[in-house]
């Protein structure tokens, strides 16, 4: 679906964010694409979509360069940024304007999640609450029936129940020819989500897996002493009665995968964790 190729990018062009930067994205996915701060996640959503041009190597949308900007590949992907700016139009002119751009528009699906989300309508856009405001955005990427959603942070700004209608309809939107790459810090909101994970750091792809693959090789545990756990530990955080522990699945016995815990575990031992994950 998406093909990167050797991408090298910087804001200037003597200090470059991504050197010879190399990812493939599969159709039918929830990505997770996790990074500490500057990173650059939402740098490489707007590069993968066309917002934002690489200094060398390609972004093949489908086997087109994203870079051209053709119609044809802007009416099939949909970016949902982090910050955005909603204008002074009420909800129903704000769709019949924009929806025209995007041939698959789905119009039943949008009333629906109105309707799911609690969404005002009879106030304008740019007179909603933050959250309110989101989650708006969310239906109409989702109404969209891009082949490919982009989200920056999406959970931000959303409630305890609304994160959790917006993990079920993702869910529920995601086929077999339809993919969504979210950026995030929010990884807990995203648990049961995400499949599978992507980690950015300095510059390059340090981890890309997904859940069967992490959940058959690794396990994570609470211990009471990290010393008496036979399994080869890959790392290891102090917390009250204990200690959480990433460690060989030696005995295959699945475990509940804890995003934060892995996240940590392969920034600080990412050598050890890949190749394991390898073999």
Do not use: W
């Amino acid at each position: 679906m998406i093909e990167i190729k050797e991408l090298t990018f910087g804001y200037k062009k003597s200090d470059n964010l991504f050197k010879d930067l190399d990812l493939s994205i599969e159709k039918g996915n929830v990505y997770g694409l996790l990074g500490k701060n500057g990173a650059g996640k939402s740098t490489l959503l707007k590069i993968m979509c066309g917002l934002l041009y690489a200094h060398k190597g390609t972004v093949n949308f489908e086997g087109s360069n994203v870079a051209t900007r053709q119609p044809k590949l802007l009416a099939d992907m949909y970016m949902l940024p982090e910050e955005f700016h909603l204008p002074d139009l009420y909800i129903e002119t704000y769709i019949k304007i924009y929806s025209v751009f995007y041939p698959n528009f789905n119009h039943e699906l949008i009333d629906k999640l109105i309707v799911e989300f609690e969404i005002t309508k009879s106030k304008k856009l740019n007179t909603l609450s933050y959250g309110q405001k989101k989650k708006f955005m969310i239906a109409f990427a989702i109404a969209t029936e891009c082949s490919i959603v982009f989200m920056d942070e999406p959970t931000n700004g959303l409630d305890i129940p609304s994160k959790s209608k917006f993990r079920r309809i993702i869910a529920e939107a995601t086929n077999e020819n339809r993919t969504f790459l979210i950026s995030t810090h929010q990884v807990r909101d995203l648990e049961n989500l995400i499949d599978p994970i992507v980690i950015i750091e300095e510059g390059k792809i340090i981890f890309n897996e997904n859940m069967e693959s992490i959940s058959n090789k690794l396990s994570f545990i609470k211990a009471e002493k990290e010393a008496s756990f036979k399994s080869k530990v890959f790392h290891s955080e102090a917390v009250f009665g204990g200690q959480y522990i990433v460690a060989d699945n030696m005995d295959k016995t699945e475990t509940a995968v804890d995003f934060e815990l892995l996240f940590n575990a392969v920034l600080s031992n990412t050598s050890e964790i890949v190749e394991h994950l390898k073999n």
